[in-house]
């Protein structure tokens, strides 16, 4: 059964690959269906692998499809929003992207898992997790990202913390006398 599991990811996987690669797409009806198809995609396969003996395969690949192409569209509606904020320079989208990615992210992230959809949230704030479990008894647990602290350290040797951008954007900004980091 694995085998057959990883030989149709295997095969999924050649047919997205194409010999033409993009920076951008063309329009936002291009990139929406190409993050509700990944994010769709990745849940529904993380689903299958994550799936309980007594669980059909069937069933949890659609739970996990569906449920990871709405994570999908919310990662593309985060991204529409941080393009607005380029455009305009309103700091006013840049938390509300925020806040719209890591529902998507953790949405996606709960598909994979083959859990339901509400069940797990998290949110990035430099280097830090913030994990909301909502399962039963309502629970928070933080998480340390090492690769994330790593490069804040590494920011704090080769600039200054501007702590109002920091504050703004929800990560740490830094500038030194040559680029913003």
């Known amino acids: 059964m694995k085998k057959r599991c990883c030989l149709t990811v295997l095969i999924f996987t050649l047919f997205l690959i194409t010999t033409k690669t993009q920076a ?7 990139a929406g ?16 692998i994550n799936k309980k003996p007594n669980q059909k395969t069937g069933k949890v ?17 985060s991204k529409r929003l941080v393009g607005k904020f380029s455009k305009s320079g309103n700091y006013g989208y840049v938390w509300p992207s925020k806040l719209v990615n890591a529902a998507g992210i953790s949405i996606i992230e709960n598909a994979a898992a ?20 909502t399962q039963d008894k309502f629970k ?16 704090f040797t080769q600039g200054k913390l501007d702590v109002s951008e920091s504050v703004k954007i929800g990560s740490f900004v830094f500038v030194s006398n040559q680029i913003k980091i």
């Open 140 to 155: 928070v647990s933080y998480r340390i990202m090492p690769f994330a602290l790593y490069k804040t350290i590494d920011g």
């Open 61 to 77: 690949f659609l739970k996990g499809l569906y449920q990871g192409a709405l994570g999908g569209y919310l990662l593309f509606e």
């Open 33 to 48: 269906l190409f993050n509700i198809g990944f994010g769709g995609l990745i849940g529904g396969f993380g689903a299958i």
């Open 24 to 30: 951008q797409h063309k329009n936002d009806f291009e």
């Open 114 to 133: 083959n859990r339901n959809l509400w069940e797990q949230w998290h949110i990035n704030l430099g280097f830090n997790r913030f994990e909301f479990y």
